[in-house]
């Protein structure tokens, strides 16, 4: 059995093309079930995020399944296999397992050290875990990323002056309005990441902070912290002229923001700037809304560039992270290698059992008989070791001239002489 990885993310795909391979929730556990079905692998997990979309798989025919699985994934999202295959990565084994690592550690991120994605890759185990998809293989992975992670976290200062998607949000917005202090800001959506953007914002007290969501009870919760208002997004149409900060990241499928409502909404506001991002993959804002006067529209790629000015202060705690990770794959190659060895060990193990019965049998059978114990006992003992020693003896003697030091050597190591 081997383990392998593929997939996309920031460093390779675009946003316009990672938001095309997106797995959602509600279908993750018919994704893994037909991956299965198609007996691409024993074992199967897929962690999609707005990053990345990647799938890692154990398998027993080893790299040569990575074609037809990443055929499946283009298919699967009808895409095109030529317009994906540039932007796919293929990880076997040693890198497939320093691959998950990095990732779970945070130092695969857009926003290097992140933690969310320390989540992510736990809701992706337990979405294999509920599809059946999660063997032994997978299982030691994902929980030794997840201890790694926890190790690069304690040891390292990975996670300090972190600068997340939120606060690169804060920095543009800046550039567009003097004083966030100054504007009405709307956040759509209600998850991890949108609680995090109404953190950030809400520390530079705007005047209003206003959240949006499907379910309004959610919107309420959340808005209730900082103070805030909530509303439907089914009153959006209506609304949206009044705001001059948009931050949108919601799990629709579907744009929930199209060009026509924001240029109704630039007229009601009289020409004066909105600035927008879309933090979301599949993303909520129609592309075009970007092309439009007076209206600054960001996509999460876009923040990239914000994002990576505090790296320089983080390169440090990385190196120290890479050298926890590289070890910490060292031991679990091992691990792999270990359990390469199971079938032949279990072959040992039934050959000894087969031996033992025998003995045993013919040990009851002389009880029975009346024989002396002493006597039944001393020839299942002696039995028992001449059946043992016969191969690695007969080896030794029925080797060759060349290869018998080699025999010698391995029966030596073997036995401990």
């Not at 946003?15 to 797995?23: A, D, S």
């Not at 059978?365 to 070791?385: C, F, M, V, W, Y």
Request: glycine share 6%.
């Amino acid at each position: 059995m081997q383990l392998a990885a593929f997939g996309l993310n920031h460093h390779t795909a675009p946003v316009h093309l990672r938001e095309q391979v997106v797995f959602h929730v509600e279908r993750m556990n018919a994704a893994l079930k037909e991956f299965l079905d198609r007996r691409f692998a024993r074992e199967a997990a897929i962690l999609s995020t707005c990053n990345r979309t990647e799938v890692y798989c154990a398998t027993e025919r080893g790299m040569e399944v990575v074609s037809d699985a990443t055929r499946w994934l283009a298919d699967y999202h009808r895409v095109d296999p030529g317009v994906l295959k540039p932007h796919l990565y293929t990880l076997g084994q040693e890198h497939a397992v320093r691959h998950a690592f990095r990732v779970a550690a945070g130092l695969d991120s857009m926003v290097i050290g992140e933690p969310q994605i320390l989540g992510q890759m736990k809701q992706a185990a337990r979405s294999a875990e509920d599809a059946g998809a999660m063997g032994t293989y997978l299982h030691q992975l994902f929980q030794r990323s997840f201890a790694v992670a926890k190790e690069v976290r304690s040891q390292t200062a990975i996670g300090a002056q972190s600068v997340s998607m939120a606060a690169a949000a804060v920095r543009l917005s800046e550039r567009i309005f003097p004083s966030v202090s100054n504007t009405h800001v709307l956040l759509i959506g209600a998850g991890e990441m949108i609680e995090l953007t109404a953190t950030h914002f809400a520390a530079q007290n705007p005047k209003s902070i206003t959240v949006a969501n499907r379910t309004v009870e959610r919107a309420q919760g959340l808005a209730s912290r900082f103070l805030g208002n909530a509303m439907r997004l089914a009153d959006l149409s209506a609304e949206l002229h009044r705001f001059d900060i948009v931050v949108s990241c919601t799990a629709s499928a579907l744009p929930i923001l199209g060009k026509g409502l924001i240029e109704r909404a630039i007229r009601a506001r009289k020409r004066r700037p909105m600035f927008m991002v879309d933090l979301a993959v599949p993303r909520d804002i129609e592309p075009e809304v970007g092309r439009l006067d007076d209206v600054y529209l960001y996509t999460i790629d876009d923040l990239a560039e914000t994002v990576r000015e505090g790296m320089d202060a983080r390169r440090g705690a990385v190196e120290q992270a890479e050298a926890i990770i590289e070890t910490r794959v060292q031991g679990f190659m091992h691990w792999l290698g270990t359990r390469g060895s199971v079938p032949l060990i279990r072959r040992l193990r039934e050959q000894a059992e087969t031996a033992r019965q025998v003995e045993l049998e013919r040990a009851v059978k002389a009880l029975e008989q009346g024989r002396d114990p002493r006597e039944i006992i001393e020839h299942l003992s002696q039995a028992l070791t001449n059946k043992l020693m016969h191969n690695p003896t007969a080896a030794l003697s029925q080797s060759s001239a060349s290869g018998r030091d080699d025999v010698a050597a391995l029966v030596q190591s073997l036995y401990k002489l």
